[in-house]
């Protein structure tokens, strides 16, 4: 139901001149800081003017911007068939939720409101919530909100209380740059002088000049000679509408054959060329070329002061240099509000980003902003896939993870890997991470759910949400660990239901952590929950002999320590209920051996987890205190959770028989 | 006034017709007003005497548009013809850029035209102004006069034209010349910001 925007529809292929260009300011600053500015945009002038182009450049401007946007552009027309289809399904409620999720509305031609009550109510609500809610409304009409009849008082106030602007008909200059430019595009030339000669005609409306320049373009393909401004003239029977003014048309000559007369042109256009002539060459030609300059600029919100400045000089060094740099530095000053507007759509809308005196601002500025939005937190480079150990407790996991770097965002989006602490969720998350990273252009948001939290209640509190939000909306790749600390978090759950739906239908990557299935978790809502669930849970379980063998050798050689077979053997045969206690053991061994300055050997190890020799267990109970002792290791136990003496092991095996 | 400023990028020009009584100023102007498009063209502004003399002064702004990035307006003026008014011509003389004297060629009125030359001379005088530092052109009008009632361009010229400024026969009726002069004193007016010549 919703139009396509043209593509052809843009600010750059739009004319600019006196009549129009409070309209295109306008519009442009919607487009780029949208429900910020005019609220709503009410764009009116008579048909052919430009206001469709404008309402679609408006679109494709903020789309451009910011791709995330939802932008809608109808026409009154197609709005209401929907209203009414919605209606007539039962979908009445359907169609006003979707339209208020609308971040842009465009709507054309709302002239046509005359007299249908039930729209008009209809629009009322709607523009109410979308401007409470922030969004933007811009609508085109050919009469001000006032004098479309039979209008609803409320709807005038609100039309009228944002901005109201009118497109006049554009004055002879833009008639030419308008016939210029067309001609251009469609690869037609004209000697010089008769687009001139056909736009000192006084069209009201573009479509009329188009229509002009089709029959000059025609005729000129047809008789395949160049088109003179006189033959111009004639074929579209310009003189009778320039003789419309009164008086008479000056008729010179005439002498030819029959039906052949030479007519003059209109006096006054005769007589503005002339004055242009003299202006051009009485304001020196540098100076004519900077004023154009700043006419250009100034119609695109450029300050000029710049260039105005020189203007106050006698004799400029360079002005076209001086112009050409003017020109760099409103490329760059784009470049840098197109950059920011990524990270921050806030923070484009400054001025600074305005005014090519403040450059060095701007750059500031936005290295500010790039610095604040510097990617969101990304994976630990220390956890990566090659140091994951695996083994049969965790290859299923593992496989699902490969399959998920294969296709990162189809196959199982989101991934939810659960498991006990210290199994080797957060090394897997961050492996992932570390690997979706490096796919070109990826941006990959790989963090603790409490830093994620910190991070929210930070911009909360520093009335940054666009810019949080546009940090993250910009990663493509969201991993999260502990997923189990959102309980409670209701505005962090939100924000995370929106970046979710977000990532979801963008097929980006979404991979969380927890300890146990999310509808066993506490305080996690049910919509986040089925979300989890609707990608694919697996689980890592404790690490079997094969894990725990190959990360006690990486521990080994990670510190160096010559790899001995039968301690490897002896360590991965005790039961360890996670990799993080397995490295735990493994390192009161390897400080033990450094205290005592003995190589790492079974034996050692042996010693320092079973409590050691005899002798020593009597010597280490001479040191008892106050009930903690101090390990040669180097830990600190306590006394009561210790089993210092055991029954030999012949005892212990009849003991289990029994 | 300014006539060319950089700053704000307009061009001001006020353009003062100048003449004696019933020579055809005002119909210069209706002429102008009848040929500028309406989207052009101010509201003309003629105070006038129940017998359609100009009581006070006749006012036309024209707006050219924009002119090599300058908004460009014109301000087209005339002063009440009839000696007794001479308080109003002065005023209307202030500032003024340039000045079309309209002639009336009709050979009885001679000693108006040059009594009004001498006016125009003396109220300048009054502004500070050098009649020969001001662009000024001539305009003969009622060229469509029977022969025997007008003088000829030569003897306009040898009796008015002593500056040898610019001139031109015109029909203000019919129009012709009328835009002729415009233009001339347009040129003149617009070449002196070449010469860097504050207006």
């Known amino acids: 139901m919703t139009t396509a925007l043209n593509p052809k529809f843009t600010f750059e292929t ?221 074929l579209l029977g310009l003189e009778q509408r320039a003789g419309q003014g009164g008086g008479k048309a000056v008729a010179a000559g005439g002498g030819g054959r029959g039906g052949e007369r030479i007519v003059s042109p209109d006096e006054f256009a005769a007589f503005l060329t002339d004055v242009t002539v003299t202006v051009g060459k009485a304001v020196e030609a540098w100076r004519a070329r900077i004023a154009e300059a700043i006419l250009r600029w100034e119609g695109e919100g450029y300050r000029t002061r710049r260039l105005e400045s020189l203007l106050e000089q006698e004799t400029p060094l360079a002005p076209d240099e001086e112009i050409a740099s003017f020109a760099r530095d409103v490329e760059r000053l784009r470049a840098l509000e197109a950059e920011v507007a990524q990270f921050d759509p806030q923070s484009a809308g400054q001025s600074v980003f305005r005014d090519p005196e403040r450059l060095a601002e701007a750059e500031e500025t936005a290295s500010r902003v790039r610095a604040g939005a510097a990617p969101p937190p990304g994976p630990s480079a220390a956890l990566p896939f090659s140091t994951f150990a695996i083994g049969a407790s965790n290859q299923l996991a593992v496989n699902v993870a490969r399959e998920v770097l294969e296709e990162p965002g189809r196959r199982y989006n989101p991934l939810v890997v659960l498991g006990k602490s210290g199994v080797g969720k957060s090394h897997l998350l961050n492996a992932l991470g570390i690997e979706l990273a490096q796919q070109p252009g990826a941006i990959v948001a790989c963090l603790s759910t409490q830093a994620f939290i910190d991070e929210l209640i930070g911009a909360i509190d520093g009335n940054r949400m666009e810019w949080w939000r546009a940090r993250y909306r910009r990663a493509t790749a969201l991993l999260l660990d502990d997923i189990h600390l959102l309980g409670g978090k209701d505005r962090t759950q939100e924000e995370l239901f929106n970046l979710f739906n977000l990532f979801h239908d963008l097929e980006r990557q979404l991979v969380f952590t927890g300890p146990a299935h999310p509808k066993t978790l506490p305080g996690l809502e049910p919509r986040i929950v089925s979300r989890l669930e609707g990608g694919l849970v697996v689980e890592l379980v404790e690490p079997d002999r094969d894990v725990r063998r190959a990360v006690i050798r990486r521990t080994l050689w990670a510190q160096d320590v010559p790899e001995d077979p039968a301690l490897i053997d002896y360590l991965a045969d005790r039961p360890a209920d996670s990799v993080r206690s397995l490295a735990g053991l493994l390192q009161r061994v390897v400080s033990a051996a450094a205290a005592q300055d003995v190589p790492v050997s079974a034996g050692l190890a042996r010693e320092v987890l079973e409590g050691g020799t005899a002798a020593e267990r009597r010597r280490t109970v001479g040191f008892r205190t106050s009930g903690i002792v101090v390990s040669s290791a180097g830990g600190v136990r306590s006394r009561e959770k210790i089993v210092w003496d055991w029954a030999s092991p012949g005892d212990r095996v009849i003991e289990d028989l029994r | 006034m300014s006539l060319v400023n950089f700053t704000t990028r307009e061009i001001t020009c006020k353009i003062v017709y100048y003449g004696p009584g019933r020579s055809g100023k005002t119909t210069n102007l209706h002429y102008i007003y009848g040929r500028v498009p309406e989207s052009r063209r101010g509201r003309m502004v003629s105070l006038a005497t129940q017998t359609d003399r100009t009581l006070f002064f006749d006012f036309l702004p024209i707006d050219l548009g924009q002119i090599s990035g300058f908004t460009t307006r014109f301000q087209l003026y005339t002063v009440p013809g009839q000696v007794y008014y001479n308080a109003t011509r002065r005023l209307v003389l202030q500032g003024a850029d340039g000045v079309v004297f309209v002639a009336d060629s009709q050979a009885r009125q001679l000693d108006e035209n040059l009594e009004s030359l001498q006016n125009l001379q003396a109220n300048l005088l009054e502004h500070g102004i050098d009649i020969r530092s001001l662009p000024v052109v001539m305009q003969y009008n009622k060229q469509d006069l029977p022969r025997e009632l007008i003088l000829q361009l030569i003897e306009l010229d040898d009796a008015l034209n002593f500056r040898g400024v610019p001139s031109f026969p015109a029909d203000a009726l019919h129009g012709n010349g009328v835009f002729e002069t415009l233009k001339a004193i347009t040129e003149l007016v617009l070449r002196r910001l070449a010469q860097g010549a504050p207006a």
């Open chain 1, 14 to 234: 739009f004319v600019v001149g006196a009549a129009n260009r409070l309209a295109v300011t306008a519009a442009r600053t919607v487009a780029e800081s949208p429900g910020s500015a005019y609220n709503p945009l009410f764009i009116y002038s008579g048909s052919g003017l430009g206001k469709t182009h404008l309402l679609m450049a408006i679109g494709a401007n903020a789309k451009r911007l910011a791709p995330a946007l939802n932008v809608e552009y109808l026409t009154l027309d197609e709005y209401v068939e929907a209203f009414h289809a919605a209606i007539a399904a039962g979908q009445g409620d359907a169609f006003r939720r979707r339209f208020q999720t609308v971040d842009i509305l465009l709507i054309d031609d709302v002239q046509f409101l005359t007299n249908r009550r039930e729209m008009q109510a209809e629009l009322l609500r709607l523009s109410e919530a979308l401007q409470t809610a922030g969004r933007q409304i811009v609508l085109t009409s050919d009469r001000p909100p006032i004098e479309i009849e039979a209008l609803d008082e409320r709807l005038i106030s609100r039309f009228s209380g944002g901005l109201v602007v009118d497109i006049g008909a554009p004055d002879y200059e833009t008639r030419v740059a308008i016939l210029r430019r067309k001609s251009e595009e469609r690869g037609a030339e004209f000697p010089p002088g008769v687009l001139e000669s056909v736009a000192a005609a006084e069209f009201t409306n573009v479509r009329e000049l188009m229509g002009v320049l089709n029959r000059l373009v025609a005729y000129q393909a047809v008789n395949e000679t160049p088109l003179t401004a006189e033959a111009a003239q004639e």
